[in-house]
Structures are given as C-alpha cells and as structure tokens.
C-alpha cells in the first residue's frame, strides 16, 4: 500500500474527522457514559495524530509503504524512480555502464543505485551516485570529475532526498544551463535508518558514521568512478541536519573537502532525545560543534555557503550568529531566502543556487596528465 497516496491519506483524514465529530453526537447516548466517553475520547486523538502524521508524510516521503514503516528504513531507492536507472553490482571494480547507458535519454545524467560498503567501519548502506551526462561521452572518457556529497536529514534518506530536492532534474538543468559544470554526486544513507539521528558522528561507543560518511565514501567512490581526489575536488551539501553534518565535518575534514553547503542547517552539536547521547562528555562535544570549533581553533580554508529563509526563525537566528563568528578573511556565502520555511519546497527552489556555488568553489572536470615515461595508468569504463 502506498501510504502517501492521496486517496489513503484523504481516507485517513476522513475517518479522523468521523471519530471527531462522534465525540459530541454521541456523548448522552451511552449507557456506561465514563468508559464509553473516554474510549471514544482516545479514538478521536488517535485519529488527529494519525492523520497528521499521513499529510506529513505525503509532504515529506518519510515511509512510502507499511513496509518502509514497519522496518524503520523509510523510502528506497528505486529503479525507475526518480532518475534513478539502474542497481550496480556490489563489486571492488569499476562498474559496467553500458546498461545505464542504453536507458539513458540524450543530454540527460544517470542515477545508479549502490550498496556503499564502507572498507574502515564495516556499515554497509543503499546510497545513490548521480552520473552527468559528460561522463558518458567517449570524448571525455579520461576525464575526472569533481563531486558534491549530498547529506540528508533527520529523519531522512537517499530516496528522500533524491525524490523532495529534485535532485536529477535539477542538476541536469543547472549543467545544461551551465550554472554549474558537470559533477558527480554521491548521496549516502546519513543515519543508516530513517528512525534514528545520529548527528554524523562517531559516537562515543556507537555508530562510527562520520568515517562512514568521509573516508569510507571517498574510498568507494574513488574505486569505482571517475572522481577527483579528495581536497580540492569534493564538497559538502546537506539540508537542515545535513547542513549541520555538512558545515561540521568539513571543518573537521578541510583535507577531504574544500568547500560545504547548508541549507536550514544549524551550528552546534545537538543532543536530545532523537539523538540521545553521542558524545559522552564535553570533548567530543566541543570538537563537533562548529561554533566551537570556529572560537577557539584556526578556521582550516573551507569555502562555506549558508542559507535560511526569513520562515526560519531558529534557523536564521543561527545563521546569522555562526557567520558572526567568522573572521572576515573567511570565503563565506550567506543567503536569507524571502518567506522561505523549513520544507523541502524551499530547498528544492534554492537548491541550484547551491550547486552552482559548490561548482564555482571546485575544480573544472579536468583530463589526468599523461603518464610519465615508463609508467602505465588504466582507465575506468
């Protein structure tokens, strides 16, 4: 069943409705009114909870189907949807592309499936790489490319992200239209479940997700596509706890990435009972929190883009006091969005302004330089 159909969220609406209005039409009729009352009292809130919960998720995509909520894993990615044109092989070697290249429509990039495995910690999660167009072309067949991360929310996933931010459509575009050159972006499962906010940290005795998401991403990617090297190459861009993730493990990682997006992000590390606690202690607290970290530590050459719309209360009130914390030699971004809310509608619309940002910040697609006399290089397909 889909649960964000409209006819399913409508029939949830209309049956919590029904139990709203029974409360008072039947309040006298009862014959034990006190247990009768008070069941039908609970019916009624439990069915404005549901129902609120079913136009969120239609709003969101949080859980497609009763089965993404009754795993806890939310959305999938899925093959022929949104973009999405084929499910890679688990495999050490650079994948066979002719496949996606036969599905692919003339002037238009791919999105491939992959099941990211992570060579340092072990975790092993569905993500999604998005392939432009120019890497298909044989005369670019040498050429590396540079990459953009995309972090999701909490809660949150790849197919979440790919599908509410337009992420295909709106990269084609944005390259088509060379508001950005050709990239590649990777977009990994952030928290491993769409239940649970895990900050991208390594808790202390937990998930080690910030390796995950920075060596172990970098190290697959590397594997298998034609990417630029990690540094100069690579940046971040996450929405609301991905700008967070994006803003902090830049500055964490500036020789991993030379440049982060947050879009709705915030500026301090986050403790409560979505997260539990991550960091045991002050230590590992202060070192993941980029208003910290930005007060009493250099502030490493990390190009940083910052946006929140005037919807925004909390939001904009950060953004405008983490930036205030920035030296003014700082290569910093910052843009306040007119009636712009916490939604995906305002970050899909602000979304290329990013891209085409991040593109400004990394390097060109470039050939690799001829190999020196003696020395053998093969090329990935």
Same mark, same amino acid.
């Given at each position: 069943?889909?649960?964000?159909?409209?006819?399913?969220?409508?029939?949830?609406?209309?049956?919590?409705?029904?139990?709203?209005?029974?409360?008072?039409?039947?309040?006298?009729?009862?014959?034990?009114?006190?247990?009768?009352?008070?069941?039908?009292?609970?019916?009624?809130?439990?069915?404005?909870?549901?129902?609120?919960?079913?136009?969120?998720?239609?709003?969101?995509?949080?859980?497609?189907?009763?089965?993404?909520?009754?795993?806890?894993?939310?959305?999938?990615?899925?093959?022929?949807? /949104?973009?999405?044109?084929?499910?890679?092989?688990?495999?050490?070697?650079?994948?066979?592309?002719?496949?996606?290249?036969?599905?692919?429509?003339?002037?238009?990039?791919?999105?491939?499936?992959?099941?990211?495995?992570?060579?340092?910690?072990?975790?092993?999660?569905? $993500?999604?790489?998005?392939?432009?167009?120019?890497?298909?072309?044989?005369?670019?067949?040498?050429?590396?490319?540079?990459?953009?991360?995309?972090?999701?929310?909490? @809660?949150?996933?790849?197919?979440?992200?790919?599908?509410?931010?337009?992420?295909?459509?709106?990269?084609?575009?944005?390259?088509?239209?060379?508001?950005?050159?050709?990239?590649?972006?990777?977009?990994?499962?952030?928290?491993?479940?769409?239940?649970? /906010?895990?900050?991208?940290?390594?808790?202390?005795?937990?998930?080690?997700?910030?390796?995950?998401?920075?060596?172990?991403?970098?190290?697959?990617?590397?594997?298998?596509?034609?990417?630029?090297?990690?540094?100069?190459?690579?940046?971040?861009?996450?929405?609301?706890?991905?700008?967070?993730?994006?803003?902090?493990?830049?500055?964490?990682?500036?020789?991993?990435?030379?440049?982060?997006?947050?879009?709705?992000?915030?500026?301090?590390?986050?403790?409560?009972?979505?997260?539990?606690?991550?960091?045991? $202690?002050?230590?590992?607290?202060?070192?993941?929190? @980029?208003?910290?970290?930005?007060?009493?530590? @250099?502030?490493?050459?990390?190009?940083?883009?910052?946006?929140?719309?005037?919807?925004?209360?909390?939001?904009?009130?950060?953004?405008?006091?983490?930036?205030?914390?920035?030296?003014?030699?700082?290569?910093?971004?910052?843009?306040?969005?007119?009636?712009?809310?916490?939604?995906?509608?305002?970050?899909?619309?602000?979304?290329?302004?990013?891209?085409?940002?991040?593109?400004?910040?990394?390097?060109?697609?470039?050939?690799?330089?001829?190999?020196?006399?003696?020395?053998?290089?093969?090329?990935?397909?």
């Amino acid at each position: 069943m889909d649960l964000t159909a409209g006819p399913v969220v409508a029939a949830v609406v209309l049956l919590a409705v029904a139990a709203v209005l029974a409360v008072p039409w039947t309040w006298d009729r009862w014959r034990t009114p006190r247990a009768a009352r008070s069941a039908l009292v609970l019916l009624a809130t439990t069915g404005v909870l549901l129902a609120a919960g079913a136009v969120v998720n239609r709003q969101a995509g949080f859980f497609p189907t009763v089965q993404s909520l009754v795993s806890g894993q939310g959305a999938a990615v899925t093959v022929g949807q /949104d973009g999405v044109l084929a499910a890679l092989p688990i495999s050490a070697a650079a994948p066979d592309l002719r496949r996606v290249q036969a599905r692919r429509l003339p002037g238009q990039g791919a999105v491939v499936r992959v099941q990211l495995t992570g060579s340092r910690t072990g975790l092993s999660r569905v $993500g999604a790489v998005y392939l432009p167009a120019a890497y298909f072309d044989p005369a670019q067949a040498q050429v590396r490319f540079p990459v953009v991360e995309v972090l999701s929310g909490s @809660p949150g996933s790849p197919a979440q992200t790919l599908h509410l931010l337009h992420l295909a459509e709106t990269l084609d575009t944005s390259i088509a239209e060379h508001r950005a050159a050709p990239m590649i972006v990777v977009v990994p499962d952030t928290n491993g479940s769409a239940v649970r /906010d895990r900050e991208c940290v390594d808790a202390a005795g937990g998930t080690p997700d910030e390796t995950y998401l920075t060596a172990d991403v970098q190290t697959f990617v590397g594997q298998r596509f034609r990417v630029q090297a990690p540094g100069r190459g690579w940046a971040l861009l996450g929405s609301s706890t991905g700008g967070y993730c994006a803003v902090n493990l830049a500055l964490r990682h500036p020789e991993a990435y030379a440049a982060a997006a947050s879009l709705s992000g915030y500026f301090h590390a986050l403790t409560d009972v979505t997260t539990g606690d991550l960091f045991h $202690g002050a230590a590992l607290r202060q070192a993941n929190d @980029p208003s910290w970290r930005v007060q009493h530590l @250099p502030l490493p050459p990390v190009a940083l883009w910052l946006s929140a719309g005037t919807g925004e209360v909390r939001e904009l009130t950060e953004l405008r006091s983490f930036a205030g914390l920035l030296p003014a030699a700082a290569d910093l971004t910052t843009v306040v969005v007119p009636r712009a809310g916490h939604a995906f509608p305002a970050w899909s619309a602000v979304l290329p302004q990013a891209l085409g940002w991040a593109s400004s910040r990394l390097p060109s697609p470039t050939a690799p330089q001829p190999p020196l006399s003696g020395q053998s290089s093969v090329a990935r397909p």
